[in-house]
Protein backbone atom coordinates (compact mmCIF):
# COMPACT_ATOMS: atom_id res chain seq x y z
CA UNK A 1 0.00 0.00 0.00
CA UNK A 2 1.60 3.49 -0.76
CA UNK A 3 2.03 5.63 2.72
CA UNK A 4 0.35 8.54 3.45
CA UNK A 5 1.79 11.60 2.29
CA UNK A 6 2.54 13.80 4.95
CA UNK A 7 0.78 17.47 4.17
CA UNK A 8 1.88 21.37 5.50
CA UNK A 9 -1.40 23.42 5.24
CA UNK A 10 0.27 27.21 4.42
CA UNK A 11 -2.60 29.40 5.74
CA UNK A 12 -5.01 28.63 8.45
CA UNK A 13 -7.99 30.66 7.39
CA UNK A 14 -11.48 29.32 5.45
CA UNK A 15 -9.68 27.93 2.63
CA UNK A 16 -6.76 26.05 4.95
CA UNK A 17 -9.79 24.61 6.69
CA UNK A 18 -11.59 23.55 3.85
CA UNK A 19 -8.41 21.79 2.75
CA UNK A 20 -8.13 19.76 5.81
CA UNK A 21 -11.80 18.88 5.78
CA UNK A 22 -11.12 17.19 2.35
CA UNK A 23 -7.67 15.65 3.20
CA UNK A 24 -9.90 14.05 6.28
CA UNK A 25 -12.20 12.76 3.24
CA UNK A 26 -9.25 11.40 0.96
CA UNK A 27 -7.24 9.08 3.57
CA UNK A 28 -4.29 9.00 2.06
CA UNK A 29 -3.26 12.75 3.18
CA UNK A 30 -1.96 13.57 7.30
CA UNK A 31 -1.69 17.00 8.07
CA UNK A 32 1.30 17.53 9.83
CA UNK A 33 1.63 21.14 9.95
CA UNK A 34 0.15 24.16 10.13
CA UNK A 35 1.61 27.82 8.88
CA UNK A 36 0.21 30.69 9.44
CA UNK A 37 1.40 33.96 10.81
CA UNK A 38 -1.35 33.99 13.15
CA UNK A 39 -0.66 31.98 15.79
CA UNK A 40 -4.42 31.85 17.18
CA UNK A 41 -5.47 31.28 13.70
CA UNK A 42 -3.14 28.07 13.56
CA UNK A 43 -3.69 26.83 16.62
CA UNK A 44 -7.37 26.56 15.79
CA UNK A 45 -6.68 24.81 12.92
CA UNK A 46 -4.66 22.49 14.42
CA UNK A 47 -7.35 21.77 17.43
CA UNK A 48 -9.64 21.27 14.85
CA UNK A 49 -7.89 18.94 12.89
CA UNK A 50 -6.85 16.72 16.42
CA UNK A 51 -10.43 16.15 16.66
CA UNK A 52 -9.83 13.07 14.00
CA UNK A 53 -6.04 12.22 14.11
CA UNK A 54 -3.29 13.51 15.43
CA UNK A 55 -2.75 17.22 16.05
CA UNK A 56 -0.34 19.02 13.99
CA UNK A 57 2.71 21.08 14.73
CA UNK A 58 2.13 24.90 14.56
CA UNK A 59 4.91 27.33 12.69
CA UNK A 60 5.02 30.90 11.83
CA UNK A 61 6.87 30.38 8.52
CA UNK A 62 7.70 27.97 6.05
CA UNK A 63 10.52 27.65 6.23
CA UNK A 64 10.25 26.63 9.81
CA UNK A 65 7.84 24.18 9.23
CA UNK A 66 9.97 22.54 6.90
CA UNK A 67 12.84 22.32 9.19
CA UNK A 68 10.55 21.02 12.44
CA UNK A 69 8.19 18.55 10.96
CA UNK A 70 7.89 15.62 8.16
CA UNK A 71 6.13 17.42 5.09
CA UNK A 72 5.68 16.12 1.34
CA UNK A 73 3.38 17.89 0.34
CA UNK A 74 2.70 21.86 0.78
CA UNK A 75 -0.43 23.32 0.60
CA UNK A 76 -0.43 27.12 -0.05
CA UNK A 77 -4.14 29.31 1.49
CA UNK A 78 -2.31 32.21 1.88
CA UNK A 79 -3.74 35.46 0.17
CA UNK A 80 -2.95 35.44 -3.68
CA UNK A 81 -0.13 37.57 -3.56
CA UNK A 82 1.53 35.29 -1.25
CA UNK A 83 1.21 31.97 -3.66
CA UNK A 84 4.56 32.35 -5.83
CA UNK A 85 6.84 32.79 -2.94
CA UNK A 86 5.58 29.79 -0.77
CA UNK A 87 5.36 27.94 -3.67
CA UNK A 88 8.52 28.74 -4.95
CA UNK A 89 10.07 27.95 -1.55
CA UNK A 90 8.50 24.83 -1.11
CA UNK A 91 9.40 23.53 -4.64
CA UNK A 92 13.36 24.25 -3.69
CA UNK A 93 12.78 22.86 -0.42
CA UNK A 94 12.06 19.20 -2.45
CA UNK A 95 8.37 19.32 -1.93
CA UNK A 96 5.05 18.65 -4.14
CA UNK A 97 2.75 21.69 -3.97
CA UNK A 98 -0.75 22.43 -4.42
CA UNK A 99 -1.59 26.13 -4.87
CA UNK A 100 -5.26 27.46 -4.42
CA UNK A 101 -6.59 30.02 -7.07
CA UNK A 102 -5.70 31.89 -8.90
CA UNK A 103 -2.24 30.65 -8.76
CA UNK A 104 -1.36 34.37 -8.03
CA UNK A 105 -2.17 38.09 -8.77
CA UNK A 106 0.56 38.79 -10.42
CA UNK A 107 1.11 37.38 -14.85
CA UNK A 108 5.37 38.60 -14.35
CA UNK A 109 5.48 36.29 -11.16
CA UNK A 110 3.00 33.49 -12.08
CA UNK A 111 5.06 33.06 -15.35
CA UNK A 112 8.52 32.67 -12.78
CA UNK A 113 6.52 29.92 -10.82
CA UNK A 114 5.54 28.13 -13.83
CA UNK A 115 9.11 28.01 -15.11
CA UNK A 116 10.17 26.73 -11.74
CA UNK A 117 7.41 24.33 -12.03
CA UNK A 118 8.46 22.62 -14.94
CA UNK A 119 11.65 22.23 -14.07
CA UNK A 120 10.81 20.89 -10.92
CA UNK A 121 8.65 18.46 -13.11
CA UNK A 122 12.47 16.93 -13.79
CA UNK A 123 13.30 16.16 -10.91
CA UNK A 124 9.92 14.12 -9.94
CA UNK A 125 8.22 17.08 -7.99
CA UNK A 126 4.37 17.92 -8.85
CA UNK A 127 2.81 21.28 -9.01
CA UNK A 128 -0.38 21.50 -9.06
CA UNK A 129 -3.06 24.54 -8.89
CA UNK A 130 -6.72 24.26 -8.13
CA UNK A 131 -8.96 24.64 -10.53
CA UNK A 132 -11.61 21.78 -9.15
CA UNK A 133 -14.46 22.52 -11.61
CA UNK A 134 -12.64 20.81 -14.08
CA UNK A 135 -13.16 17.70 -12.21
CA UNK A 136 -16.99 17.58 -12.07
CA UNK A 137 -18.48 14.95 -13.99
CA UNK A 138 -20.56 17.33 -16.15
CA UNK A 139 -17.05 18.95 -17.09
CA UNK A 140 -15.55 15.91 -17.70
CA UNK A 141 -18.38 14.64 -19.96
CA UNK A 142 -18.56 18.08 -22.08
CA UNK A 143 -14.79 18.25 -22.34
CA UNK A 144 -14.44 14.53 -23.85
CA UNK A 145 -17.24 15.16 -26.41
CA UNK A 146 -15.46 18.10 -27.30
CA UNK A 147 -12.48 16.32 -27.48
CA UNK A 148 -13.93 13.50 -29.64
CA UNK A 149 -15.60 15.63 -31.92
CA UNK A 150 -18.92 15.12 -30.39
CA UNK A 151 -20.05 18.62 -30.83
CA UNK A 152 -18.63 19.03 -34.19
CA UNK A 153 -16.70 22.30 -34.49
CA UNK A 154 -17.06 24.34 -31.43
CA UNK A 155 -18.23 27.79 -32.57
CA UNK A 156 -19.34 29.82 -29.44
CA UNK A 157 -19.79 29.94 -25.40
CA UNK A 158 -21.41 31.85 -23.38
CA UNK A 159 -20.57 31.97 -20.02
CA UNK A 160 -22.10 33.89 -16.75
CA UNK A 161 -21.14 34.26 -13.04
CA UNK A 162 -24.19 35.75 -11.07
CA UNK A 163 -23.21 36.12 -7.63
CA UNK A 164 -23.47 38.89 -4.83
CA UNK A 165 -21.35 39.79 -2.13
CA UNK A 166 -22.52 41.66 0.75
CA UNK A 167 -20.40 44.79 1.59
CA UNK A 168 -19.12 43.25 4.68
CA UNK A 169 -17.32 40.66 2.91
CA UNK A 170 -15.40 43.29 1.08
CA UNK A 171 -14.82 44.38 4.57
CA UNK A 172 -14.12 41.61 6.49
CA UNK A 173 -10.49 41.62 5.62
CA UNK A 174 -8.11 44.42 4.77
CA UNK A 175 -6.56 42.44 1.49
CA UNK A 176 -10.13 41.86 -0.10
CA UNK A 177 -11.00 44.35 -2.86
CA UNK A 178 -7.90 45.44 -3.42
CA UNK A 179 -5.32 45.00 -6.78
CA UNK A 180 -2.00 44.75 -4.74
CA UNK A 181 -3.47 41.29 -2.74
CA UNK A 182 -6.82 40.42 -4.45
CA UNK A 183 -5.57 41.12 -8.26
CA UNK A 184 -9.02 42.00 -9.11
CA UNK A 185 -12.85 41.12 -8.13
CA UNK A 186 -15.55 39.26 -9.83
CA UNK A 187 -13.26 38.05 -12.65
CA UNK A 188 -10.24 37.38 -10.64
CA UNK A 189 -11.55 35.42 -7.33
CA UNK A 190 -15.43 34.59 -8.43
CA UNK A 191 -14.90 34.19 -11.94
CA UNK A 192 -11.27 32.65 -12.58
CA UNK A 193 -13.08 28.84 -12.28
CA UNK A 194 -15.30 29.41 -15.23
CA UNK A 195 -12.53 31.47 -17.54
CA UNK A 196 -10.52 28.19 -16.94
CA UNK A 197 -13.21 25.76 -17.99
CA UNK A 198 -13.78 28.19 -20.89
CA UNK A 199 -10.03 28.13 -21.88
CA UNK A 200 -10.37 24.04 -21.46
CA UNK A 201 -13.25 23.85 -23.93
CA UNK A 202 -12.13 25.73 -26.30
CA UNK A 203 -8.41 26.12 -26.08
CA UNK A 204 -6.47 29.43 -26.50
CA UNK A 205 -7.54 32.78 -27.00
CA UNK A 206 -6.59 35.07 -29.79
CA UNK A 207 -8.12 38.70 -28.78
CA UNK A 208 -9.55 39.45 -25.70
CA UNK A 209 -12.13 42.83 -25.25
CA UNK A 210 -13.22 43.41 -22.10
CA UNK A 211 -15.42 46.38 -19.91
CA UNK A 212 -15.31 46.38 -16.09
CA UNK A 213 -16.89 48.44 -13.58
CA UNK A 214 -17.41 49.08 -9.52
CA UNK A 215 -21.24 49.26 -9.55
CA UNK A 216 -22.44 48.06 -5.89
CA UNK A 217 -19.90 48.45 -3.32
CA UNK A 218 -17.51 50.78 -1.51
CA UNK A 219 -14.08 50.95 -0.42
CA UNK A 220 -12.98 48.51 -3.24
CA UNK A 221 -10.68 49.09 -5.57
CA UNK A 222 -11.34 46.48 -7.98
CA UNK A 223 -14.49 45.62 -9.83
CA UNK A 224 -18.02 44.08 -9.21
CA UNK A 225 -18.86 43.31 -12.83
CA UNK A 226 -17.17 42.31 -15.88
CA UNK A 227 -17.93 41.04 -19.29
CA UNK A 228 -15.85 40.53 -22.36
CA UNK A 229 -15.75 38.44 -25.68
CA UNK A 230 -13.17 36.02 -26.49
CA UNK A 231 -12.30 34.59 -30.12
CA UNK A 232 -10.35 31.73 -29.92
CA UNK A 233 -7.51 30.20 -32.10
CA UNK A 234 -10.35 27.87 -33.65
CA UNK A 235 -12.62 30.63 -34.95
CA UNK A 236 -14.82 30.28 -32.21
CA UNK A 237 -16.28 33.56 -29.81
CA UNK A 238 -16.88 33.44 -26.32
CA UNK A 239 -18.99 35.81 -23.87
CA UNK A 240 -18.52 35.92 -20.37
CA UNK A 241 -20.04 37.93 -17.56
CA UNK A 242 -19.10 37.79 -14.08
CA UNK A 243 -20.37 39.86 -11.47
CA UNK A 244 -20.85 39.74 -7.28
CA UNK A 245 -23.72 42.56 -7.57
CA UNK A 246 -26.36 39.84 -8.46
CA UNK A 247 -28.35 40.13 -5.73
CA UNK A 248 -29.46 37.81 -4.28
CA UNK A 249 -26.99 35.66 -6.01
CA UNK A 250 -28.00 33.51 -8.71
CA UNK A 251 -25.88 30.67 -10.52
CA UNK A 252 -23.03 29.61 -12.94
CA UNK A 253 -24.36 29.36 -16.48
CA UNK A 254 -21.49 27.88 -18.84
CA UNK A 255 -23.34 26.89 -22.64
CA UNK A 256 -21.12 25.36 -25.24
CA UNK A 257 -22.25 25.09 -29.09
CA UNK A 258 -21.18 23.49 -31.85
CA UNK A 259 -22.09 22.70 -35.24
CA UNK A 260 -23.18 19.06 -34.26
CA UNK A 261 -24.20 19.39 -30.71
CA UNK A 262 -24.94 21.51 -27.55
CA UNK A 263 -23.99 21.40 -23.89
CA UNK A 264 -25.10 23.32 -20.92
CA UNK A 265 -23.16 23.77 -16.90
CA UNK A 266 -25.41 24.82 -14.50
CA UNK A 267 -24.08 25.15 -10.66
CA UNK A 268 -21.15 22.25 -11.78
CA UNK A 269 -24.55 20.23 -13.10
CA UNK A 270 -25.32 19.24 -16.35
CA UNK A 271 -28.35 20.65 -17.37
CA UNK A 272 -28.66 19.85 -21.11
CA UNK A 273 -26.57 17.77 -23.85
CA UNK A 274 -27.45 16.80 -27.06
CA UNK A 275 -25.54 15.95 -29.92
CA UNK A 276 -26.62 14.88 -33.54
CA UNK A 277 -26.10 11.44 -33.51
CA UNK A 278 -28.83 11.11 -30.33
CA UNK A 279 -26.35 8.77 -28.54
CA UNK A 280 -24.43 11.11 -26.52
CA UNK A 281 -27.50 11.64 -24.43
CA UNK A 282 -27.08 8.89 -23.42
CA UNK A 283 -23.47 8.63 -22.90
CA UNK A 284 -23.54 11.60 -20.53
CA UNK A 285 -26.39 9.74 -18.58
CA UNK A 286 -24.48 6.85 -17.82
CA UNK A 287 -21.27 8.60 -16.84
CA UNK A 288 -23.18 11.84 -14.90
CA UNK A 289 -24.39 10.56 -11.33
CA UNK A 290 -28.20 12.11 -10.74
CA UNK A 291 -26.70 14.74 -8.24
CA UNK A 292 -24.71 15.74 -11.08
CA UNK A 293 -27.46 16.66 -13.20
CA UNK A 294 -29.28 20.16 -12.99
CA UNK A 295 -32.51 19.87 -11.16
CA UNK A 296 -31.28 16.61 -9.08
CA UNK A 297 -30.83 17.31 -5.74
CA UNK A 298 -27.31 18.63 -5.34
CA UNK A 299 -25.11 17.46 -2.57
CA UNK A 300 -24.76 19.20 0.05
CA UNK A 301 -21.01 19.18 0.36
CA UNK A 302 -20.72 19.85 -3.43
CA UNK A 303 -18.11 22.19 -2.63
CA UNK A 304 -15.87 19.60 -0.72
CA UNK A 305 -16.26 16.87 -2.96
CA UNK A 306 -14.79 19.10 -6.07
CA UNK A 307 -11.34 20.07 -4.32
CA UNK A 308 -11.70 15.82 -3.20
CA UNK A 309 -11.67 15.11 -6.99
CA UNK A 310 -8.83 17.20 -7.60
CA UNK A 311 -6.71 15.75 -4.16
CA UNK A 312 -7.37 12.53 -5.73
CA UNK A 313 -5.80 13.30 -9.45
CA UNK A 314 -2.84 15.39 -7.29
CA UNK A 315 -2.30 11.90 -5.30
CA UNK A 316 -2.15 9.64 -8.42
CA UNK A 317 0.30 11.90 -9.90
CA UNK A 318 2.09 11.82 -6.79
CA UNK A 319 2.77 8.71 -6.44
CA UNK A 320 2.66 7.42 -9.92
CA UNK A 321 5.35 9.78 -11.44
CA UNK A 322 3.05 11.64 -13.53
CA UNK A 323 1.49 15.02 -14.20
CA UNK A 324 -1.10 16.41 -12.32
CA UNK A 325 -5.01 17.54 -14.51
CA UNK A 326 -4.28 21.54 -13.46
CA UNK A 327 -0.77 22.34 -13.64
CA UNK A 328 0.79 25.99 -12.67
CA UNK A 329 1.20 26.19 -16.50
CA UNK A 330 -2.40 25.96 -17.26
CA UNK A 331 -2.94 28.40 -14.09
CA UNK A 332 -0.48 30.71 -15.57
CA UNK A 333 -3.05 31.10 -18.80
CA UNK A 334 -6.20 31.33 -17.18
CA UNK A 335 -4.43 33.89 -15.22
CA UNK A 336 -3.29 35.80 -18.39
CA UNK A 337 -7.01 35.67 -19.56
CA UNK A 338 -7.77 37.65 -16.51
CA UNK A 339 -5.30 39.70 -17.18
CA UNK A 340 -6.10 40.60 -21.20
CA UNK A 341 -9.20 41.61 -19.73
CA UNK A 342 -8.12 44.10 -17.27
CA UNK A 343 -5.86 45.44 -19.19
CA UNK A 344 -8.27 45.56 -22.21
CA UNK A 345 -10.63 47.78 -20.02
CA UNK A 346 -7.89 49.81 -18.89
CA UNK A 347 -6.84 50.36 -22.40
CA UNK A 348 -10.65 50.46 -23.58
CA UNK A 349 -9.32 48.07 -26.87
CA UNK A 350 -9.27 44.50 -27.86
CA UNK A 351 -5.92 43.25 -26.45
CA UNK A 352 -3.49 40.04 -28.34
CA UNK A 353 -3.80 37.16 -25.81
CA UNK A 354 -0.48 36.16 -26.95
CA UNK A 355 1.34 39.60 -25.88
CA UNK A 356 -0.63 39.65 -22.99
CA UNK A 357 0.95 35.93 -21.88
CA UNK A 358 4.33 36.89 -23.20
CA UNK A 359 4.73 39.86 -21.08
CA UNK A 360 3.92 43.03 -23.42
CA UNK A 361 1.31 44.69 -20.98
CA UNK A 362 3.27 44.01 -17.64
CA UNK A 363 3.62 47.36 -17.53
CA UNK A 364 0.14 48.56 -17.57
CA UNK A 365 -1.20 49.26 -14.17
CA UNK A 366 -4.72 48.30 -14.79
CA UNK A 367 -8.12 50.21 -13.10
CA UNK A 368 -11.86 49.54 -12.50
CA UNK A 369 -13.31 50.95 -15.15
Not at 75 to 101: D, N, R, S, Y
Amino acid sequence: MTAELRVAIVGAGIIGRNHAEVMRRHGGLRVTAIVDTMPDAAEALAAHVASWDERPATFATLGAALAGSAVDLVVICTPTALHTAAAEEALAAGKHVLVEKPIDVSLPRARQLAAVAAEAETRGLVCAVVSQHRFDPASVVVAAAIAAGELGRVTSAVASVTWWRGQDYYDSAGWRGTWEWDGGGATMNQGVHTVDLLLWFLGRPVEVFAHTALLAHERIEVEDVAVATFRFESGALAVLHATTSAYPGLDVHLQVHGTQGSAVIRDDRLEYFHVASGAAGNQAGAVVEPGEVHGSEKSPDAFQLGHLRQYVDLVEAINGGGRPGVTAGDALTALAAVRAMYVSATLHQPVDFARVLAGDFDDVVVVTS
